[in-house]
């Protein structure tokens, strides 16, 4: 008898160490999805404000050159509304993100790229997760506010909105190519002694 109370008293004190072990990994886990979802809901934001501005700008620069009225603050403040269809695509993402706990695997049109590891297939998945009907959306709202602004004639509103959102998109990929590359390396001490000398 005295020997089962205390085998009973070990697996209690065994369970009790593996219960606080559960509690601890589960508060970590859900901490680092807290962060990991408003680190996605910060770039989304600063990928915003970077699109906004970034299309503003060359909007304006394009309907200056083909012979339109170019007024910069009438240039930003159509974009914004025109940028719209891109903010309401980001909230999407980081509403069923936060739904379902996983990640978005083909956002777009990325699905359809190769699922080669090359640098090109990976431009190539870049571009493609930027061309869904929200760009589509925005690249119609770009076209109205183009016409009315610069009183252009409706072909080259058109090419100046295409212009202007496929710059966009490649300056976009481009910068999201560079950042995974600069994450993929891994950098050995002994190579960065190396590089400091």
Same mark, same amino acid.
């Given at each position: 008898?005295?020997? !089962?109370?205390?085998?009973?008293?070990?697996?209690?004190?065994?369970?009790?160490?593996?219960?606080?072990?559960?509690?601890?990994?589960?508060?970590?886990?859900?901490?680092?999805?807290?962060?990991?979802?408003?680190? *996605?809901?910060?770039?989304?934001?600063?990928?915003?404000?970077?699109?906004?501005?970034?299309?503003?700008?060359?909007?304006?620069?394009?309907?200056?050159?083909?012979?339109?009225?170019?007024?910069?603050?009438?240039?930003? @403040?159509?974009?914004?509304? @025109?940028?719209?269809?891109?903010?309401?695509?980001?909230?999407?993402?980081?509403?069923?993100?936060?739904?379902?706990?996983?990640?978005?695997?083909?956002?777009?049109?990325?699905?359809?790229?190769?699922?080669?590891?090359?640098?090109? @297939?990976?431009?190539?998945?870049?571009?493609?997760?930027?061309?869904?009907?929200?760009?589509?959306?925005?690249?119609?709202?770009?076209?109205? !506010?183009?016409?009315?602004? #610069?009183?252009?004639?409706?072909?080259?509103?058109?090419?100046?909105?295409?212009?202007?959102?496929?710059?966009?998109?490649?300056?976009?990929?481009?910068?999201?190519? !560079?950042?995974?590359?600069?994450? *993929?390396?891994?950098?050995?001490?002994?190579?960065?002694? #190396?590089?400091?000398?």
């Amino acid at each position: 008898m005295g020997m !089962g109370g205390q085998n009973q008293s070990i697996t209690t004190t065994t369970d009790e160490i593996t219960s606080t072990d559960e509690t601890t990994t589960s508060t970590t886990s859900s901490s680092s999805t807290l962060l990991s979802t408003v680190l *996605s809901a910060l770039g989304s934001l600063v990928s915003f404000v970077f699109t906004w501005l970034l299309i503003g700008s060359l909007a304006n620069l394009l309907s200056i050159s083909f012979g339109g009225q170019g007024n910069t603050k009438l240039s930003i @403040a159509f974009t914004a509304w @025109a940028c719209i269809p891109i903010g309401i695509r980001s909230i999407m993402q980081m509403m069923y993100v936060v739904a379902t706990s996983t990640p978005i695997n083909a956002v777009g049109l990325s699905g359809f790229a190769s699922t080669a590891s090359t640098t090109i @297939a990976i431009l190539l998945e870049k571009i493609l997760a930027q061309i869904d009907i929200y760009s589509i959306w925005q690249a119609v709202l770009l076209v109205v !506010g183009i016409s009315v602004m #610069t009183k252009l004639d409706k072909k080259k509103s058109i090419l100046i909105a295409v212009l202007s959102i496929v710059i966009v998109i490649l300056i976009k990929s481009l910068l999201g190519l !560079g950042f995974e590359k600069i994450a *993929s390396i891994n950098v050995s001490s002994s190579l960065l002694n #190396t590089m400091v000398r």
